[in-house]
């Protein structure tokens, strides 16, 4: 099993920053691809990027690229969200997740049913 607790949450201003960090738990960390998600009020969760188990490949929504960046420490086991340049559509509670593969293609980056282990979440807020 391995547990994933978000942090890093919390009110920034439209075209602040905000960085998320979701550390795991567990030795195996390092052999897992590590996604971000997001839920908005009222809406579907949405995916918001990836990275594979080395850091060497990283995935992104459209509506984030160039603006958020992926990274992991392996050996502090814990992914970041580097958030730049926020919007309030980008209001939401944040989920990390975990797959036991350690490389996804394609649309599989994307689809949660590829991902074993869930956060709580973190919300954040952009205010206008």
């Known amino acids: 099993q391995v547990q994933l607790v978000e942090s890093g949450g919390g009110l920034a201003q439209a075209g602040g920053s905000l960085r998320l960090a979701c550390a795991a738990s567990g030795r195996t960390f390092s052999k897992y691809t590590m996604g971000w998600f997001r839920r908005a009020p009222g809406k579907d969760r949405g995916f918001v990027g990836a990275t594979s188990w080395n850091g060497g490949t990283t995935a992104y929504a459209d509506s984030v690229k160039g603006r958020f960046t992926i990274s992991r420490d392996n050996a502090k086991n814990t992914v970041y969200l580097q958030m730049n340049t926020l919007k309030p559509e980008d209001t939401a509670v944040y989920s990390c997740?975990?797959?036991?593969?350690?490389?996804?293609?394609?649309?599989?980056?994307?689809?949660?049913?590829?991902?074993?282990?869930w956060g709580q979440g973190t919300q954040v807020t952009v205010s206008s």
């Open positions: 997740a975990a797959s036991e593969r350690p490389f996804l293609y394609g649309s599989r980056w994307s689809d949660p049913r590829e991902y074993d282990y």
